[in-house]
């Protein structure tokens, strides 16, 4: 038989040869298969957000439209409740009057609307019992500021829609000083429609992140600089950096973050959505919670079946390399 100068035969020289440019253009083959796998589950991710942005973007701006068609009765309501009670000062004492009865005189429903007086920034009487003694102080300066403006001008006030934290309801709020300026007269008003159409909201937030394996939550959030809080109550809530939660309503922008909830590796992204300034709507910030803890599954199966490959190919080149020399050495035999 044939040998090179070191003395391994041609069969041997043959068959390294062969295994290395296997292993060269099976490596370049699954480092282009892997590159373009990733840059597809990208894509895919990314695609899947903007779908998700959209679709609450869109039902973000119905319910903004049916929040519309009946925004101004609720402003002409409030505005006339506040009109007749403030011109009773001073021959009604506030601290002392029975708000639930002037309500109902005014064919108001107590389970849709309430009262509060406010007497140097604290609620001094009210319908609803949990905010009496409230302090306004403790909302910041700005709340302290507004409430020196209404009691100075006498003005109605309206604010804009809001969602409080502890009903998760949509609530309209105005305010008018009395006309001698003693007190602010403060109306509060929940509306049925309102909360038909955030149950709705709500139930479609839980649906997506049902629809799609690796979105563990699809969230709303409401706020400003002072607070936030989300549409949806869960667990998984605390685990979000509260920072992160601050830092996209105080700059208004998005922000994605990674964190780990017990050994899981999760991801979340807010986006920032401002509100039409013609509507009495908060702006708003959607989050988007991504399990990310398999995320590289699909990635490493294509690692495993490219090696099996390779392998299995090498054990096909030595079955064929040991063939051949048998068969050649019986031949000089």
């Given amino acids: 038989m044939k040998t090179t100068s070191n003395g391994k035969s041609v069969f041997t020289v043959l068959f390294w040869q062969i295994s290395l440019a296997v292993l060269l253009l099976n490596s370049l083959f699954a480092i282009i298969i892997i590159r373009d796998a990733i840059k597809i589950q990208e894509k895919s991710e990314e695609a899947l957000r903007n779908k998700i942005k959209e679709e609450i973007i869109s039902l973000s701006d119905f319910q903004t439209s049916s929040l519309k068609t009946f925004e101004k009765s609720f402003y002409d309501l409030q ?3 506040l009109e007749k009670l403030t011109v009773m000062s001073p021959a009604v004492d506030f601290k002392s009057v029975n708000l639930i009865d002037e309500l109902n005189k005014m064919g108001l429903d107590t389970v849709f609307h309430d ?17 009496w003694g409230l302090d306004f102080t ?5 709340r302290i500021a507004l409430l020196d403006r209404i009691q100075k001008s006498r003005a109605f006030f309206a604010e804009k829609f809001q969602f409080e934290s502890s009903t ?3 609530r309209s709020y105005s305010y008018q000083a009395t006309k001698d300026g003693k007190y602010i007269i403060e109306i509060g008003s929940y509306s049925e429609v309102a909360d038909k159409i955030m149950d709705m909201f709500r139930n479609r937030l839980k649906k997506i992140a049902e629809q799609n394996e690796n979105i563990v939550s699809v969230n709303y959030w409401f706020g400003n600089t002072e607070y936030q809080f989300p549409l949806i109550d869960e667990p998984l809530n605390r685990y979000i950096p509260d920072s992160v939660i601050a830092t996209t309503f105080t700059n208004k922008e998005d922000i994605t973050v990674n964190f780990d909830i017990r050994g899981q590796k999760m991801n979340v992204e807010f986006m920032y959505i401002e509100q ?14 991504t399990d990310n803890t398999n995320r590289m599954k699909p990635v490493y199966k294509l690692i495993q079946r490219q090696v099996f490959f390779t392998v299995l190919f090498l054990i096909l080149i030595i079955g064929i390399v040991y063939i051949s020399t048998r068969s050649h050495k019986k031949k000089q035999q």
Avoid: C, H, Q, W
């Fill in 168 to 170: 998760k309801r949509l």
């Fill in 138 to 142: 403790a909302f910041g300066s700005e």
């Fill in 115 to 131: 009262l509060y007086i406010i007497d140097e920034y604290i609620i001094v009487n009210t319908t609803y019992t949990p905010d």
């Fill in 79 to 81: 505005k006339m409740v």
């Fill in 276 to 289: 039409d300034p013609s509507t009495r709507l908060p702006d708003f910030a959607l989050s988007v919670i």
